[in-house]
Nanobody, 120 residues
Protein backbone atom coordinates (compact mmCIF):
# COMPACT_ATOMS: atom_id res chain seq x y z
CA UNK A 1 0.00 0.00 0.00
CA UNK A 2 1.26 3.49 -0.90
CA UNK A 3 0.55 6.62 1.20
CA UNK A 4 -1.34 8.55 -1.49
CA UNK A 5 -3.51 8.23 -4.56
CA UNK A 6 -3.00 11.12 -6.98
CA UNK A 7 -5.66 12.02 -9.54
CA UNK A 8 -7.00 14.87 -11.67
CA UNK A 9 -4.37 15.07 -14.36
CA UNK A 10 -5.08 15.25 -18.06
CA UNK A 11 -4.41 17.02 -21.34
CA UNK A 12 -5.04 20.78 -21.47
CA UNK A 13 -4.09 23.65 -23.75
CA UNK A 14 -1.72 26.40 -22.61
CA UNK A 15 -3.56 28.83 -20.37
CA UNK A 16 -5.94 26.15 -19.14
CA UNK A 17 -6.55 24.88 -15.62
CA UNK A 18 -6.57 21.60 -13.73
CA UNK A 19 -7.18 20.63 -10.12
CA UNK A 20 -5.13 17.74 -8.81
CA UNK A 21 -6.18 15.68 -5.79
CA UNK A 22 -3.98 13.76 -3.37
CA UNK A 23 -5.99 11.37 -1.24
CA UNK A 24 -4.47 9.76 1.85
CA UNK A 25 -4.38 5.99 1.79
CA UNK A 26 -4.42 4.28 5.17
CA UNK A 27 -3.26 7.12 7.42
CA UNK A 28 -4.53 10.28 9.09
CA UNK A 29 -3.68 13.37 7.09
CA UNK A 30 -3.96 15.89 9.94
CA UNK A 31 -0.48 15.40 11.41
CA UNK A 32 1.57 15.85 8.24
CA UNK A 33 2.80 18.61 6.02
CA UNK A 34 2.11 17.62 2.41
CA UNK A 35 4.23 18.45 -0.62
CA UNK A 36 3.65 18.27 -4.35
CA UNK A 37 6.50 17.24 -6.64
CA UNK A 38 6.70 16.83 -10.38
CA UNK A 39 9.02 15.08 -12.80
CA UNK A 40 9.18 15.91 -16.49
CA UNK A 41 10.70 13.58 -19.10
CA UNK A 42 14.49 13.70 -18.93
CA UNK A 43 14.53 15.99 -15.88
CA UNK A 44 15.02 15.56 -12.15
CA UNK A 45 12.16 15.54 -9.68
CA UNK A 46 11.22 19.10 -8.73
CA UNK A 47 9.53 20.40 -5.60
CA UNK A 48 6.37 22.35 -6.47
CA UNK A 49 4.65 23.33 -3.23
CA UNK A 50 4.06 22.53 0.43
CA UNK A 51 1.21 23.03 2.87
CA UNK A 52 1.52 22.87 6.64
CA UNK A 53 -0.42 20.31 8.67
CA UNK A 54 -2.96 22.93 9.75
CA UNK A 55 -3.24 24.44 6.30
CA UNK A 56 -2.20 27.80 7.70
CA UNK A 57 0.98 28.14 5.65
CA UNK A 58 1.74 27.40 2.01
CA UNK A 59 4.96 27.60 0.01
CA UNK A 60 5.55 27.53 -3.73
CA UNK A 61 8.44 27.15 -6.12
CA UNK A 62 9.22 30.33 -8.04
CA UNK A 63 8.26 28.61 -11.28
CA UNK A 64 4.62 28.19 -10.18
CA UNK A 65 4.13 31.06 -7.72
CA UNK A 66 1.06 33.10 -8.58
CA UNK A 67 -0.39 30.36 -10.80
CA UNK A 68 -0.77 27.35 -8.47
CA UNK A 69 -2.66 27.23 -5.17
CA UNK A 70 -2.46 24.43 -2.61
CA UNK A 71 -5.19 23.61 -0.09
CA UNK A 72 -6.26 20.75 2.14
CA UNK A 73 -9.42 19.23 3.58
CA UNK A 74 -8.43 17.09 6.53
CA UNK A 75 -12.02 15.92 6.97
CA UNK A 76 -11.82 14.32 3.51
CA UNK A 77 -8.17 13.30 3.94
CA UNK A 78 -7.39 15.07 0.68
CA UNK A 79 -4.94 17.74 -0.48
CA UNK A 80 -5.51 19.75 -3.65
CA UNK A 81 -3.38 21.62 -6.14
CA UNK A 82 -5.28 24.15 -8.24
CA UNK A 83 -3.23 24.88 -11.36
CA UNK A 84 -4.13 27.91 -13.47
CA UNK A 85 -2.48 29.56 -16.46
CA UNK A 86 -0.78 26.31 -17.34
CA UNK A 87 2.32 26.36 -19.52
CA UNK A 88 3.93 23.63 -21.64
CA UNK A 89 6.80 23.51 -19.16
CA UNK A 90 4.33 22.37 -16.49
CA UNK A 91 4.04 19.05 -18.32
CA UNK A 92 5.11 16.33 -15.90
CA UNK A 93 3.97 13.50 -13.69
CA UNK A 94 2.81 15.03 -10.40
CA UNK A 95 3.30 13.28 -7.07
CA UNK A 96 2.51 14.11 -3.46
CA UNK A 97 4.50 13.22 -0.36
CA UNK A 98 4.23 13.68 3.41
CA UNK A 99 6.67 15.00 5.98
CA UNK A 100 6.88 16.44 9.50
CA UNK A 101 6.88 20.05 8.32
CA UNK A 102 7.46 22.22 5.28
CA UNK A 103 10.98 22.95 6.55
CA UNK A 104 12.01 19.28 6.49
CA UNK A 105 12.34 16.78 3.62
CA UNK A 106 9.42 14.45 2.97
CA UNK A 107 9.35 10.73 3.58
CA UNK A 108 10.56 8.60 0.70
CA UNK A 109 7.21 7.05 -0.24
CA UNK A 110 5.61 7.68 -3.61
CA UNK A 111 2.37 6.77 -5.33
CA UNK A 112 1.73 6.30 -9.04
CA UNK A 113 1.40 10.02 -9.73
CA UNK A 114 -0.91 11.71 -12.20
CA UNK A 115 0.11 12.87 -15.68
CA UNK A 116 -0.34 16.52 -16.62
CA UNK A 117 0.21 17.40 -20.27
CA UNK A 118 0.00 21.01 -21.48
CA UNK A 119 0.07 21.22 -25.26
CA UNK A 120 -1.64 23.02 -28.12
Amino acid sequence: QVPFVESGGGLVQPGGSLRLSCAASGFTLDYYAIRWFRQAPGKEREGVSCISSSGGSTYYADSVKGRFTMSRDNGKSTVYLQMNSLKPEDTAVYYCARGPSCSRPPENYWGQGTQVTVSS
